[in-house]
C-alpha cells in the first residue's frame, strides 16, 4: 500500500473513532447513570439517585426522559419548586409531553391556578380524549368551581373507562356523602378497598368516613386491617395512634406509635411522632428526650434539628434553641424555617430590629407568607411604631383572613391607638371564626367600655364567664365594669369568685379595697388587707404592697401615724418597692417635717452607709425641697451601693429628664428601672417622659398608653401622653389628652403648661 493511501486510512478510522465510538461512549455513560439512578430511585435512595441524574443530564442536558426522572426525585426529597422548575423545562423542550403536562397540571391545581390547570389538561385531552389522569383533574377542577353535576358526569365516566379507578371511586363517595347519601358513598368507598388492595390509601380514607359519621369502632376495624396488610410501613401505625388520640385512649396510641418507631428505628418521623404525642400529653421529658434522638440519627435533616429547635423555644430554653438554630443556618444559611424561629427567638430576647431585619429579608423572598407579617407586626411594636406595626398585621390578614392571631394583635394596637370601632370589628371578625375565644371578648368588651356602650361590654364580659369558668378574668372586667358604675352589690360578689380562683392577683385585691374604701367601708378594707397578707406569706414584695394598700386605707381615714407605720414596714420588705416612698414624702411634706425626716435618714446613713434606702428616702425629701443637686448625689448613692435600685433608678431618670439635658443617661436609667419591673406604671411613665425628651414620640405615645392601661384617671400620665402627641404632630390627639388631664384635675405640676399648650393648639 502506498504511503498517501496509508494516511488516508489513518484519518478514517480516526475520524470513526472520534466521532461514531466517541458518541457511542457518551450514550452509554449517559445510560449507564440512567440505570444507576433508576436503582437507586427504586430503593429509595434519592439523594444517590439525583446525582446519577444530574451526571447524565451533564452529558445530555435537554433528555427530556432523565428531566423527568430528576424532577420525580426532587418530589421525593420534598424540592417542589425545583421539581416545578424541570417539569416546566420539559414542557417548554417538548410542548406536547403528556407526562409533564399532567404533573404541571397537579402543580398548578394545588397552587389553586385554575386557568393554568385547564389549559395543560384540555391539551392532554386533545391528544388523549382517555387519559385517566387528565380526565381525574378536570373532574377535580370542576367540584373547586362548584360544579358538583358536571364533576360527578366526568368522574362517572372515568369509572366506565376502569371501573377500579380509587381516585374516582373516591370522589364520587365524597359527592355521595355531601348529598348526604351515606349508603351509596360507603359503597363506594369499599368499591376503593377491594380495587385499591396493593394501595395503602383506600382504607385509611374509609377509616376516616367512618370517623365523620362517629362509627368508631368501624372506624378501629379498617385501621387494624390497614396495619395488619402492611407490617413493613410505619404509617399506618401512626393513623392508628392518631385515631386513639383522638378518642383520648391515650395507652393504646403510645401503643400504636411505639410500633411505628420499631418498624423504622432508624428514621427521624415516626419518632418524631411518638415525641408529639408525648408533647401533647405533657410528658415533657420523654418528648425532649425523643425529640434529641430524632435529631441525632441525622445530623443533615434540617427538618428533625428544626422541631427540635422550635420544642426548645416553647419550652424557655431559649439558650439551647439559640445554639441549635445557630449551627442549622451554618449549614443551611438560607433555610426560611430557621431564619424565622431565629426572628422569634430575638423578639424574645426584646431584640427587636435585629429580629425586623431577618423578617424584612425573608418578606422579600417569601411576600405571601403570613407568619412574617405577623411578626413583623411583634417586632414594629416592639420599637414603638404602632402604624407600622397594624400595616404590617393588616397585610398578614389579607394573606390569610382566619389567622386570629394577627387580628387580636391588631385590636390590641386600635385600642391603644384610641381606635375602639376598629378594635370591635377585628374582634368581631375572630369571634366569627371561632367562638370560643377568650382573648377576643375581652378586647371587645374593653373596646365597648370605651364606646360606652355598657350593654354590649357587659354581654361580652358574661361570655367570658361562660366559656373559661374557672378564669377569673371574665370576674374581674364584669366587676370592674359593675364598680364603675358603682354597682357595688353586684361587683362584690364578682370579685370574691375571682379571688376565689386566684387569690394572688392585684388586681382583684386592689379593686376590692377600692370599692369599700369609697363606700367608707373601712373595717372591711382592712379585713381584706389582712386576708390577702395570708395569701402572701412567702413573698415580701406582695406584702409590702399589701403594707401599701393598707396605708392609704388610714390615709382615707386620716389617720397619718398609722398609715406613715405600715409604709415603713412596706419599705422595710421591699426597699425595691416604689409607692411607699412616694406615699411617705408625701406625709412628710403634709406635716412638715422634713427635716425631722431628714435626719432620721442621716442618722442611718451614718451608722451604715452601706445601706441604699436610706438615701433614696433622703433623696425623695431634698427634691421635695427643690435641692436637686443634693438629691442628685443620694440617688447616684444608692444605685453606687444597689446598681438594680428601681426606685433610685427611675427618680433620678425622671429628674434628668426633666432638669437636665443627659437625656441618654435618663433613658438608660428608666430601661434598668423597667427591666425589674415592667409592669410598674410610675416606671412606665418616666420611661415615656425620657423618651419624648429624647424626641422618640412614637415611643413616648406607646409607653405612655401602656402606662394608662394601669393607672387610667392620672391627669399627669394624661399631660404626658398630650406632650408626646404634639411632639409627633397629632395635635388633636394631643389636645384630646392635655384636656381629659385638665379634666381629672386642672391644678396638678404642669397644669398651666398644659393650658398653654391647649390655647396654642386651638389658636
Not at 243 to 266: G, H, S, W
Not at 307 to 323: G, Q, S, T, V, W
Request: proline share 3%.
Amino acid at each position: 500500500m502506498k504511503t498517501c493511501s496509508k494516511i488516508i486510512l489513518v484519518i478514517f478510522i480516526t475520524l470513526i473513532t472520534c466521532t461514531g465510538f466517541g458518541c457511542a461512549n457518551k450514550d452509554e455513560k449517559k445510560a449507564a447513570h440512567v440505570k444507576k439512578g433508576d436503582e437507586y430511585f427504586d430503593a429509595r435512595e434519592y439523594k444517590k439517585a439525583e446525582i446519577e441524574y444530574k451526571n447524565a443530564l451533564q452529558i445530555d442536558n435537554k433528555d427530556t426522559a432523565v428531566l423527568l426522572k430528576l424532577g420525580d426525585t426532587f418530589m421525593k426529597t420534598g424540592q417542589l419548586k425545583s421539581a416545578f422548575a424541570l417539569y416546566s423545562s420539559v414542557e417548554k423542550l417538548d410542548p406536547e409531553n403528556i407526562e409533564a403536562l399532567v404533573k404541571l397540571s397537579r402543580f398548578y391545581f394545588l397552587d389553586k391556578k385554575l386557568p393554568e390547570t385547564q389549559a395543560r389538561i384540555d391539551n392532554i385531552l386533545k391528544k388523549d380524549p382517555q387519559n385517566l389522569d387528565a380526565l381525574f383533574l378536570k373532574g377535580q377542577v370542576l367540584i373547586r368551581k362548584n360544579q358538583i353535576e358536571d364533576g360527578r358526569i366526568v368522574f362517572e365516566k372515568i369509572l366506565e373507562i376502569q371501573n377500579s379507578h380509587v381516585g374516582a371511586l373516591h370522589a364520587m363517595a365524597a359527592i355521595k356523602a355531601g348529598q348526604k347519601k351515606f349508603d351509596e358513598a360507603e359503597a363506594f368507598l369499599l368499591k376503593a378497598v377491594e380495587s385499591g388492595k396493593d394501595t395503602t390509601t383506600p382504607r385509611n380514607v374509609l377509616a376516616q368516613f367512618y370517623i365523620l359519621r362517629k362509627q368508631l369502632d368501624k372506624a378501629e376495624e379498617q385501621l387494624h386491617l390497614s396495619a395488619a396488610e402492611h407490617p413493613e410501613n410505619p404509617g399506618h401505625q401512626i393513623l392508628l395512634g392518631n385515631f386513639y388520640l383522638r378518642t383520648k385512649n391515650f395507652q393504646e396510641a403510645e401503643t400504636a406509635f411505639k410500633k411505628a418507631v420499631e418498624i423504622q428505628p432508624d428514621t427521624p418521623r415516626s419518632m418524631v411522632i411518638l415525641a408529639g404525642f408525648y408533647n401533647v400529653t405533657d410528658q415533657k421529658d420523654k418528648a425532649l428526650e425523643l425529640y434529641r434522638k430524632a435529631a441525632a440519627l441525622d445530623s443533615e435533616d434540617s427538618n428533625s434539628q428544626m422541631i427540635l429547635a422550635r420544642f426548645l423555644y416553647k419550652e424557655k430554653k431559649i439558650d439551647e434553641a439559640e445554639n441549635l438554630v445557630a449551627g442549622i443556618l451554618k449549614k443551611r444559611p438560607k433555610l426560611p424555617d430557621a431564619r424565622m424561629l431565629k426572628s422569634e427567638i430575638l423578639i424574645f430576647q426584646k431584640k427587636y430590629q435585629d429580629a425586623l431585619n431577618i423578617l424584612i429579608a425573608l418578606e422579600k423572598e417569601e411576600p405571601n407568607a403570613h407568619r412574617v407579617q405577623y411578626f413583623k407586626g411583634l417586632s414594629y411594636i416592639g420599637i414603638g411604631e404602632p402604624n407600622q406595626a397594624a400595616s404590617a398585621l393588616v397585610k398578614a390578614v389579607e394573606l390569610k383572613p382566619e389567622y386570629t392571631q394577627a387580628r387580636l394583635l391588631m385590636s390590641e394596637i386600635y385600642l391603644r391607638q384610641h381606635a375602639y370601632d376598629l378594635a370591635v370589628n377585628q374582634t368581631t371578625a375572630v369571634i366569627k371564626l371561632d367562638p370560643k375565644i377568650y382573648r377576643a371578648y375581652m378586647l371587645r368588651g374593653n373596646a365597648y367600655v370605651a364606646l360606652k356602650k355598657i350593654k354590649e361590654a357587659e354581654d361580652d364580659y358574661k361570655k367570658m364567664i361562660e366559656i373559661g369558668s374557672d378564669n377569673p378574668a371574665g370576674y374581674y372586667r364584669l366587676a370592674y365594669l359593675k364598680s364603675a358604675l358603682r354597682q357595688f352589690d353586684q361587683a362584690a360578689p364578682l370579685l370574691e369568685k375571682a379571688w376565689s380562683l386566684n387569690n394572688k392577683l392585684i388586681d382583684v385585691f386592689t379593686l376590692r379595697i377600692r370599692n369599700a374604701v369609697v363606700q367608707k367601708e373601712f373595717d372591711t378594707a382592712h379585713a381584706l388587707c389582712t386576708q390577702q397578707m395570708d395569701a402572701f406569706t412567702d413573698n415580701n414584695n406582695l406584702k409590702a404592697l399589701v403594707h401599701s394598700t393598707r396605708a392609704n386605707i388610714y390615709l382615707a381615714q386620716k389617720d397619718m401615724k398609722q398609715a406613715e407605720s405600715e409604709l415603713l414596714k412596706a419599705v422595710d420588705l421591699a426597699p425595691d418597692y416604689l409607692s411607699p416612698y412616694g406615699t411617705l414624702a408625701k406625709i412628710y411634706l403634709s406635716q412638715k417635717n422634713i427635716e425631722d425626716a431628714k435626719k432620721q435618714y442621716l442618722t442611718m446613713i451614718e451608722k451604715n452607709d452601706k445601706l441604699a434606702p436610706p438615701h433614696m428616702l433622703l433623696a425623695v425629701l431634698l427634691e421635695a425641697e427643690n435641692k436637686f443637686d443634693d438629691a442628685e448625689t443620694h440617688y447616684r448613692k444608692a444605685l453606687e451601693i444597689n446598681p438594680n435600685y428601681a426606685a433610685a433608678a427611675n427618680n433620678l431618670s425622671f429628674y434628668l429628664a426633666s432638669r437636665t439635658d443627659k437625656f441618654d443617661e435618663a433613658l438608660a436609667l428608666a430601661k434598668t428601672a423597667k427591666a425589674l419591673y415592667p409592669e410598674d406604671p410610675s416606671i412606665m411613665d418616666t420611661m415615656g417622659f425620657a423618651y419624648y425628651k429624647k424626641g422618640l414620640y412614637g415611643n413616648a405615645v406607646a409607653e405612655f398608653l401602656d402606662c394608662l392601661e394601669k393607672q387610667p384617671n392620672h391627669p399627669i400620665i394624661r399631660y404626658h401622653l398630650g406632650l408626646a402627641y404634639y411632639g409627633k404632630g397629632e395635635k388633636q390627639q394631643a389636645l384630646k389628652e392635655l384636656s381629659k388631664a385638665l379634666e381629672l384635675n386642672d391644678n396638678f405640676p404642669g397644669a398651666s403648661d398644659a393650658k398653654k399648650l391647649i390655647e396654642e393648639i386651638t389658636q
